[in-house]
């Protein structure tokens, strides 16, 4: 995103409420829309947010597009990187709504496989051990599981 804002910076003036702000809204929205799906509970909120950040995605690849053909500069780099993007996005995506997919909840190294949970661990749970699919954990999930809190109740769950 930041070089998004790099290569905007060079848009003409007259861009500025324009193109320029079309650009950078859509980038912010593609890391906002995940985070906040992150966030959510549920699969089928966790892919809404999925599929808005994927929209945004597409959004800024037209306007990437758009800022090529006006010959606002090269934007071979920004594409590939949001190709990327793309990829990871859409397999975040499939990976959420899998039957077996791991669906990761907040507070207190709490996290859930096939809808059990797990309590707080001073390690990694042995079934992620074992080679189960790790695919919805991000490092802050496998931090919480490492590092749980001292008044962990299980009242969060």
Same mark, same amino acid.
């Given at each position: 995103?930041?070089?998004?804002?790099?290569? *905007?910076?060079?848009?003409p003036?007259?861009e500025?409420y324009? =193109? *320029?702000?079309?650009?950078? !809204?859509?980038?912010?929205?593609?890391?906002? /829309?995940?985070?906040?799906?992150f966030?959510?509970?549920?699969?089928? %909120?966790k892919?809404r947010?999925? /599929?808005?950040?994927?929209? @945004?995605? #597409?959004e800024?690849?037209?306007?990437?597009?758009?800022?090529?053909?006006?010959?606002?500069?090269?934007? %071979? #780099?920004?594409l590939? &990187?949001?190709? #990327?993007?793309?990829?990871? =996005?859409?397999?975040?995506? !499939?990976?959420?709504?899998?039957?077996? @997919?791991?669906?990761?909840?907040?507070?207190?190294?709490?996290?859930?496989?096939?809808? $059990?949970?797990?309590?707080c661990?001073?390690s =990694?749970? &042995?079934?992620?051990?074992?080679?189960e699919?790790?695919?919805?954990?991000?490092?802050?999930d496998l $931090? &919480?599981?490492?590092?749980p809190?001292?008044?962990? *109740?299980?009242?969060?769950?």
């Amino acid at each position: 995103m930041l070089a998004l804002y790099a290569f *905007t910076a060079a848009f003409p003036k007259q861009e500025t409420y324009g =193109l *320029t702000s079309q650009m950078r !809204r859509a980038a912010v929205s593609i890391p906002a /829309n995940i985070a906040e799906g992150f966030a959510k509970r549920s699969k089928p %909120d966790k892919a809404r947010y999925m /599929n808005v950040a994927e929209g @945004s995605v #597409e959004e800024s690849r037209y306007y990437l597009i758009l800022a090529h053909d006006l010959g606002y500069g090269q934007t %071979d #780099e920004l594409l590939a &990187a949001l190709e #990327e993007v793309s990829r990871l =996005l859409n397999s975040y995506a !499939r990976s959420i709504l899998a039957p077996d @997919s791991l669906l990761p909840t907040f507070g207190c190294g709490y996290a859930a496989l096939r809808g $059990r949970p797990i309590a707080c661990q001073p390690s =990694l749970p &042995a079934y992620l051990r074992q080679g189960e699919p790790m695919a919805l954990f991000s490092p802050l999930d496998l $931090r &919480a599981l490492r590092r749980p809190r001292q008044n962990c *109740t299980g009242s969060e769950w």
